[in-house]
């Protein structure tokens, strides 16, 4: 499915995905809209799996396809807050998916390694509830699907061992992805 484009004009969904880019660096779910999180996961990773970006962009900064990557590397480094985890929108908590959004994202960037990763991990453990699974904050006492999910995700992100790799612009593991 994804190697065949020939029903999607990859020109106008690149157009509309950059006026999506948002003045602080981030991306909106719609052109204007405030950054957030998963939109920016969605537009980085739609770009790339389009072909229009390449991994390991940060160290690459003028080929960035209009994006403008140094803002887009300091909103997601923002977004990493003091107790570790990592919040999708300015002002809001830390929440175990966004972890994996805004993870993702600067991993497909090559910027991952300017994270505090043993503090994420101290963030993600304290969401892992005592029933199994994980919860959407620290706080919360009834795990979820979604953030259980999110949660192991961003552990594999992190190359957690017992975990495996995934393929992070479609968010599964590298051996579905072949």
């Not at 939109?39 to 080929?63: E, K, P, W, Y």
């Not at 009834?142 to 995700?153: E, Q, T, V």
């Amino acid at each position: 499915m994804l190697d065949d484009w020939t029903g999607m004009d990859k020109l106008k969904a690149k157009e509309y995905i950059l006026n999506c880019q948002s003045y602080d660096g981030g991306f909106g779910m719609v052109p204007g809209s405030e950054s957030h999180g998963g939109g920016t996961f969605c537009a980085v990773a739609a770009l790339h799996l389009m072909g229009f970006i390449q991994v390991d962009l940060a160290s690459n900064l003028r080929d960035s396809t209009s994006i403008d990557t140094c803002m887009l590397l300091e909103w997601c480094l923002q977004r990493q807050v003091t107790d570790g985890g990592f919040q999708g929108r300015r002002n809001k908590l830390s929440d175990t998916c966004y972890a994996f959004w805004v993870g993702g994202v600067l991993k497909i960037l090559g910027a991952y390694h300017l994270i505090d990763s043993c503090a994420l991990r101290s963030f993600l453990l304290t969401c892992q509830s005592p029933y199994g699974g994980f919860t959407k904050f620290p706080d919360d006492r009834i795990p979820d699907i979604y953030h259980s999910y999110y949660g192991l995700a961003a552990l594999s992100l992190l190359e957690e061992e017992g975990l495996e790799p995934l393929c992070v612009e479609l968010g599964i593991l590298s051996a579905a992805a072949l």
